[in-house]
């Protein structure tokens, strides 16, 4: 994760260098207030007829002032002329107009999904940082349930003896011989069950790992063994290939909401992708905002609450105002897209695990 910042940096210093070196780089006359004074487009030399070019839209009479910069930093970061502010309050409260009306034409308007999503998923890189929320380093049972696990395994081998006595001493053939052999068989599998329990979760294999029989499947058992080598790596690992292939959770989630409408044709593929970006964009801001604000000290219950009520009552209202349902629909396509929504998430984390095996 260190090497973004470090290829951020290249990018920018590579753009320096381009800039310094291309031909020209004086540019356009200067006036005093920083705006360029041209006659022709700086970007494609037609002639200006107004504050725009007419051929390809630059604006006219640029400006190269550390302000402007600033400017097109933020710009560029939250279209911050307005479009975040315009689409945001939209997204949290209005999710069904601000998907219908992306759909139905308004572009300029609003930032698009893609583009939210993207920064939302960045912003999640971000913070997560920032508040330490990542993998752990070293994966290791907790001290207190090895000792419950002895504990239960000693007490298990002592209720064993005593039912072995008990077997031995009732008359052959009698009830209490049949009840003293199923106790003494319970108390068998007991003991079988813990002494497995505590080989798994303290990986006490033969070579010190959790033990696994091989499938026969090369590429299936070689990632297998990473898991069973490397856990804390291959956790990282999923950790990062979630970020990078987070769009795709758009493709996976299409297929299950176009079922939601399969036979309402005038909703295409395209409002069906509007849809759950947007959707997805608004749940990864609020599992930042949530994320936040459990660090902040904000009481667990209050966020575990929240983090139940507000993504379907979310998905609710988007599907009524993008759709234009009534509150049935929109009550029973909910019911059932929380179900697809575990099956979603599900094929993504085994795509993300198998990306992470075979990387």
Known sequence: MSDIPEAIGTIAEGGLYASAAEPGADGPEIGENGHTIETACLNCETPLIGPHCH???QHAHIHRTILAFLHDLLHGALHFEGKIWRTLPLLVFRPGSLTRRYIAG?????VSPMALFLFAIFLMFGVFQAIGLTTPSEISAPPQ??????QAQNEAAAGLAAKRSALEEAPIGSAEHTLAREELE???TTLSTLQSAQSFVFQNGSDGKIPFNKTG???LDKGIEKWRNRPELMLYKMQSNSYKFSWLLIPLSIPFVWLLFFWRRQFKAYDHAIFVTY???????AFVTFSVL???????KIITLSALLIPPTHIYYQLRGAYGLTRFSAIWRLAVLLVFVCLILLL???????MGALG
């Not at 308004?106 to 609003?110: K, L, P, Q, T, Y």
């Not at 459990?294 to 667990?300: I, K, S, Y």
């Open 106 to 110: 308004e572009r300029a308007r609003f």
């Open 279 to 285: 959707s997805l964009a608004f749940m990864s801001l």
């Open 55 to 57: 051929n390809c839209g």
């Open 186 to 188: 319970d108390s068998e």
């Open 348 to 354: 993504f984390v085994q795509l993300v695990a198998v």
């Open 217 to 219: 499947w090369e590429w």
């Open 145 to 150: 349930l090895q000792q419950n696990l002895t």
């Open 294 to 300: 459990n660090t902040f000290g904000v009481p667990g």
